[in-house]
């Protein structure tokens, strides 16, 4: 399209591979995304039953029951809370295991559980209170990322849409006006432009998508 060449289109042919490894990003970021949600919602569980006088061993198991009630079969925070009570059940302490979960995840507010549930059991404090304020602190972070998604959820739609109209709006007029490009095609100074117009428009891709992904 920007070219129209065999030999560019060869030459510039390995950077399509780069695309797979793009989206494979974007999809671990949005399972974590999920995986913190659902994680917020299981903590939450089991702040309440330390609360109700359950020792920290049998709330995780307790924790399991509730959530195959509130979740699907298949759901992440199922399966990494069955894997949990495994860990259990082989005589692995539970703040072991959910370091194990915070490994895994590469979840930073997961990870920050992990450690408090592990100087919490070591210093042999207030494990209800500390464990609920954790679990509070946790459950802000995750509301305000939900509602900074919720609100630029409506630029992130736009944005896909001007990253395709580009490329739209070259098709239609390559169809509609043939040899209209010709000019870009076949000269020096028209593949210079086309380089340029190239760059900006990967750059602009780019920017869109870092000015929207908003860290807390």
Same mark, same amino acid.
């Given at each position: 399209?920007?070219?129209? %060449? @065999?030999?560019?289109?060869? #030459?510039? &042919?390995?950077?399509?591979?780069?695309?797979?490894? =793009?989206?494979? $990003? +974007?999809?671990?970021?949005?399972?974590?995304?999920?995986?913190l949600?659902?994680?917020?919602?299981?903590v939450?569980?089991?702040?309440?039953?330390?609360?109700?006088?359950?020792?920290?061993?049998? %709330? @995780?198991?307790?924790?399991? #029951?509730? &959530?195959?009630?509130?979740?699907?079969?298949?759901? =992440?925070?199922i $399966? +990494?809370f069955?894997?949990?009570?495994?860990?259990?059940?082989?005589?692995?302490?539970?703040?072991?295991?959910?370091?194990?979960?915070?490994?895994?995840?590469?979840?930073?507010?997961?990870?920050?559980?992990?450690?408090?549930?592990r100087?919490?059991?070591?210093?042999?404090?207030?494990?209800?209170?500390?464990?609920?304020?954790?679990?509070?602190?946790?459950?802000?972070?995750?509301?305000?990322?939900?509602?900074?998604?919720?609100?630029?959820?409506?630029?992130?739609f736009?944005?896909?849409?001007?990253?395709?109209?580009?490329?739209?709006?070259v098709?239609?007029?390559?169809?509609?006006?043939?040899?209209?490009?010709?000019?870009?095609?076949?000269?020096?100074?028209?593949?210079?432009?086309?380089?340029?117009?190239?760059?900006?428009?990967?750059?602009?891709?780019?920017?869109?998508?870092?000015?929207?992904?908003?860290?807390?």
């Open positions: 399209m920007f070219y129209k %060449s @065999v030999i560019i289109f060869f #030459v510039l &042919l390995p950077f399509c591979f780069l695309y797979p490894k =793009l989206k494979k $990003k +974007e999809l671990i970021v949005e399972k974590k995304r999920r995986l949600i659902e994680f917020k919602e299981a939450m569980i089991l702040s309440s039953l330390l609360n109700a006088g359950y020792s920290l061993e049998n %709330s @995780v198991k307790e924790a399991l #029951v509730e &959530l195959r009630l509130l979740y699907v079969k298949d759901n =992440l925070i $399966k +990494e069955e894997y949990i009570c495994q860990l259990i059940y082989m005589n692995i302490s539970v703040e072991r295991a959910f370091d194990d979960l915070a490994y895994r995840s590469h979840c930073e507010d997961i990870r920050s559980f992990a450690k408090v549930l100087i919490a059991k070591r210093s042999g404090g207030e494990l209800e209170s500390i464990i609920a304020h954790t679990v509070s602190v946790i459950g802000d972070k995750v509301r305000i990322k939900e509602e900074i998604i919720t609100m630029t959820a409506a630029k992130r736009e944005q896909k849409v001007m990253n395709i109209l580009p490329l739209l709006i098709l239609y007029i390559d169809f509609s006006s043939p040899g209209f490009f010709n000019i870009m095609y076949t000269t020096i100074i028209g593949r210079m432009c086309m380089s340029v117009g190239l760059t900006v428009y990967l750059l602009a891709i780019y920017i869109s998508k870092r000015l929207l992904n908003i860290e807390v």
